[in-house]
């Protein structure tokens, strides 16, 4: 069954990094888009950056130039490179595959920035 496991989340002081893991099988992942979002306490979950096939990568504003999302495929791993951590980016972090009419999550990993 598809399974997308994310690991790599904590406590960090303001100004730290983390990187994200999710592991993702079966399904072909190196057909989806990928992509990491999040949902903080009383906020709708938001999308924080995706990766396409091609490996072609979109960013939200607040995060542009701090987080890098990149993938490998023959691992089926998808990584979220998280530097510069503000409070503001405390939050559970979700793994999300796209692929037409398919649409899978993880279970979430939760990231806490605070000093």
């Known amino acids: 069954q598809v399974q997308l496991v994310e690991s790599g989340g904590g406590l960090v002081q303001p100004g730290g990094s983390l990187r994200l893991s999710c592991a993702a099988s079966g399904f072909t992942f190196s057909h989806y888009t990928m992509g990491w979002y999040r949902q903080a306490p009383g906020k709708q979950r938001e999308l924080v950056a995706t990766?396409?096939?091609?490996?072609?990568?979109n960013y939200v504003d607040s995060v542009k130039g701090r987080f890098t999302i990149s993938r490998d495929n023959p691992e089926n791993t998808v990584y979220l490179q998280m530097n510069n951590l503000k409070p503001e980016d405390t939050a559970v972090y979700y793994c999300?595959?796209?692929?037409?009419?398919?649409?899978?999550w993880g279970q979430g990993t939760q990231v806490t920035v605070s000093s």
């Open positions: 990766i396409t096939s091609g490996s072609v990568t």
């Open positions: 999300n595959a796209q692929y037409f009419g398919f649409n899978y």
